[in-house]
């Protein structure tokens, strides 16, 4: 699942290949994907508006879109979720990927994007210069939506203050992965950012979150700090250094013990049976 690493980089795909490039035409047919957005209502909104910039809290993503003509009047937000497998692409007048074909760690080849079944594209932009941005989405869990409601959403996982972060996640009984996952307390962490976080930090991911140190709280900040960086820069939350070691009969890459794994927030969680205790 795209976490906000993946996200920030489909963000960052539109900021250098999407923006400025006049609306043309817009496929909103899915009715699914665009919920409750009846079929040709975003594309009446957008037609000859361009994005002017591409912008992320968390897992969530959203546009602005210019004024038409010459009005200076700002049009709609284009929101835009990923959902569980959802990627961003982009190609240029020539139909050639721009920069901006994310699939799940690097940018794809012109020629992977043609082999791609195109009723998996759920929602398209077509730009007046002949390319597009598209949501491709085979398991039809994303979101396009107008205007988006982002009150649910808390703090970017990225960008929050030690002060915050010790007040939001350290006030629970719950475990503090459970807490870690919770997007209304912070947003933009999952399943595989969560234990590379609490690996980093030496913190078992049972352990109650109101039961935390001071200390305790502010290297798990840094450690997330750490991680998320570390993971949009190398392409993707499966590039932590505990990832590939979450599995049976799987040691700790640090200090060799075995891994172990129980259900924790909801979600299959593996830690070091030795330093996360």
């Not at 969530?60 to 284009?78: A, D, F, H, K, N």
């Not at 030690?162 to 459970?178: D, N």
């Not at 399943?191 to 609490?198: G, H, I, R, S, V």
Request: aromatic share 6%; charged share 25%; proline share 5%.
């Amino acid at each position: 699942m795209p976490e906000l690493p993946e996200v920030e980089s489909a963000r960052a795909a539109i900021e250098r290949a999407g923006l400025r490039r006049r609306i043309a035409d817009v496929d909103d047919s899915d009715i699914y994907e665009c919920r409750p957005h009846r079929p040709g209502e975003i594309r009446t909104a957008l037609l000859g508006r361009r994005l002017t910039g591409a912008y992320r809290r968390g897992k969530t993503m959203w546009c602005e879109t210019s004024g038409v003509g010459r009005s200076r009047t700002p049009g709609p937000i284009l929101g835009l979720h990923l959902g569980m497998s959802g990627r961003i692409l982009l190609s240029g007048p020539d139909g050639v990927t721009e920069g901006g074909d994310w699939l799940g760690g690097r940018y794809g080849s012109g020629a992977e994007q043609a082999a791609r079944n195109p009723v998996w594209d759920r929602f398209t932009l077509r730009f007046e210069d002949g390319g597009t941005l598209r949501l491709f989405d085979k398991r039809r869990l994303g979101r396009v939506r107008l205007n988006p409601d982002l009150d649910g959403v808390g703090p970017d996982a990225e960008e929050i203050g030690l002060a915050t972060f010790s007040e939001r996640v350290g006030r629970s009984k719950a475990p503090v992965k459970a807490r870690l996952l919770d997007q209304s307390v912070l947003a933009g962490v999952g399943n595989l950012l969560a234990d590379e976080t609490l690996w980093q930090a030496a913190i078992s991911p049972r352990r109650p979150a109101n039961e935390l140190s001071a200390q305790e709280l502010s290297t798990l900040h840094d450690a997330l700090h750490r991680a998320t960086k570390a993971a949009i820069a190398q392409g993707g939350v499966h590039t932590g250094e505990v990832i590939g070691f979450r599995g049976a009969g799987r040691h700790c890459p640090r200090c060799g013990a075995e891994m172990t794994h129980a259900t924790v927030g909801g979600r299959t969680t593996w830690w070091c049976s030795a330093e996360q205790v």
